[in-house]
């Protein structure tokens, strides 16, 4: 049963489409919060914040595709929150002790805000290629 009217069989077509549908998607969320992390820690290590390696390893980890985002979602029920879990198995993705490198100095609503805002930059380029 739809929850919301995106998901709606008789009004899901009038207030989204597939390429919206896509953006906004539970894999294209993770994929942002995963690109924030990895331009963070790449930034990290040009500041000399952290080790390039961590930076390297991070980046190689923060795949997507290498998480199960039903489990990503049992956990979030468990801890209450959002983001703890993909940050916990983006450190465990990581090989030797760089994962510990991983959300370094960050908060956490400052990786959820900006990859929301990937997102709706996905989403207006989108939607400015409709206009034209």
Known sequence: MPSHITESRIHGGAYSSPAFAAIFSDTNQVRRW??????????????????????REIDRA????RFDLTQLG????????LLVPTIRALARSCEGSWGEYVHY??????????????????AW????????
């Open 34 to 55: 995963l690109d924030v992390e990895r331009a963070l820690a790449a930034t990290q290590a040009e500041m000399g914040i952290i080790p390039h390696e961590a930076a």
């Open 62 to 65: 923060a795949q997507v595709e």
């Open 74 to 81: 049992r956990e979030s029920l468990e801890t209450g929150h």
């Open 105 to 122: 100095g960050v908060t956490t609503q400052d990786i959820l805000d900006t990859g929301l805002m990937l997102q709706v930059k996905e």
């Open 125 to 132: 380029g989108h939607a400015l290629g409709l206009l034209h």
